[in-house]
């Protein structure tokens, strides 16, 4: 038993060859520290798959008529249950432009102790804006293709992944940018799909009513951390009636309003939110809160962060927004890879922090980690 144990191991390993990453690497703003959650290792860490993969630790994906880009890390240990972070493209983008300005792809990032295994999922081919062209987006947004079910497509995706690779099931995470940001809230608002991701990141998202249903009834509270700029002209931070045309189907919400509602929707009203006051990225001051309207000064420049915290039972309920000053369109950088350059790298410095004080199947408040 113990032979065939160690030769089925080996089977499995040896099916993932992986060379160096030779992409450009971006440092962690600070050191990131495995959670105390339990594992849940899904089917792919107890049988062999045939998936190969890159030197670059990369694979296309192809699910019927849909397409993902899947990044594993150098250290990826098929015996070993990793995090999974799912990230989203902007409309007309694509997951390999996707994973070039979020950075989850980039040498030693890491959730719980070990390397991220990254996806990037492609759109499907819509109208777009005029209605005659072919161009990427997702459900939720006037633009996308009609009756697209990007929803059933991401609960296809984890399934596909969760039987081939070794992932840790309380540990998957979703994020998107713009057009990408709006279906990340929407698979949060949706309760099939709040309940597959342990927290959600969408940055500078497109909140149509597509896309941030006013009936949203995750089932559950959910974590979220929201980034957005003062100077974005796409999806303005005040939120808009309509576009620049008159069309209403491009109306989007305030984003401090959209914040408050998450607040409100985890709890915040009946019990008493806190806003803590951080001294830095990684170490808030022990005790320094505020009431529930406050706004706070982030040691990042021109960036104000608001947080609330609000404890429903013993679940841990929290919402974070990042203010971005003169920040557009854009992921926040400081390589300026998606437009804007900020002194701060979102990823690193705040969305993998988050993700990782986050985890399905624990009740533990870690809101002092982040």
């Not at 050191?31 to 045939?50: M, R």
């Not at 709006?182 to 949706?190: E, F, Q, Y």
């Not at 959209?258 to 985890?266: F, K, L, S």
Request: aromatic content about 8%; some cysteine; charged content about 15%.
């Amino acid at each position: 038993m113990l032979l065939f144990a160690c030769l089925a191991l080996f089977m499995h390993a040896s099916a993932f060859p992986i060379a160096h990453h030779t992409s450009r690497a971006i440092k962690s703003d600070f050191p990131l520290s495995a959670s105390p959650y339990p594992t849940n290792p899904t089917t792919g860490c107890s049988q062999p798959s045939t998936w190969q993969f890159s030197a670059s630790g990369h694979k296309n994906l192809t699910l019927g008529d849909r397409s993902l880009l899947v990044h594993i890390p150098k250290d990826y240990d098929p015996s070993m249950a990793h995090a999974l972070v799912v990230s989203f493209h902007a409309f007309k983008m694509n997951g390999a432009e996707q994973e070039r300005i979020s950075g989850f792809s980039e040498p030693g990032l890491r959730l719980n102790g070990k390397g991220i295994v990254a996806v990037y999922p492609n759109g499907q081919f819509g109208p777009g804006k005029t209605g005659n062209e072919s161009i990427r987006a997702w459900q939720g947004a006037p633009y996308a293709a009609k009756g697209v079910d990007d929803i059933a497509f991401t609960q296809q995706m984890i399934e596909a992944l969760s039987g081939n690779l070794c992932l840790d099931s309380n540990r998957f995470y979703a994020s998107g940018k713009s057009n990408g940001g709006g279906l990340t809230n929407l698979l949060a608002c949706t309760p099939a799909t709040a309940n597959l991701f342990a927290a959600f990141a969408p940055v500078s998202a497109a909140l149509y009513a597509g896309a941030n249903p006013a009936d949203c009834s995750p089932g559950r509270p959910i974590p979220l951390v929201n980034f957005h700029g003062l100077a974005d002209r796409v999806v303005p931070f005040d939120g808009q009636l309509a576009d620049r045309e008159g069309n209403t189907e491009y109306a989007t919400p305030n984003i401090s309003q959209y914040r408050a509602a998450w607040a409100e929707r985890n709890g915040c009203a009946a019990h008493k939110a806190a806003v803590i006051v951080t001294g830095s990225s990684s170490n808030p001051p022990p005790g320094a809160r505020l009431g529930l309207n406050a706004l706070v000064s982030h040691p990042h420049v021109n960036t104000t962060l608001k947080q609330s915290i609000c404890a429903v039972g013993y679940t841990p309920a929290i919402v974070q927004g990042f203010t971005v000053k003169d920040l557009g369109h854009s992921w926040p950088s400081t390589l300026g890879l998606d437009g804007g350059v900020t002194d701060f790298n979102a990823t690193t410095a705040n969305i993998l922090p988050f993700f990782d004080a986050h985890a399905l199947g624990s009740n533990e408040n870690t809101a002092a980690s982040i």
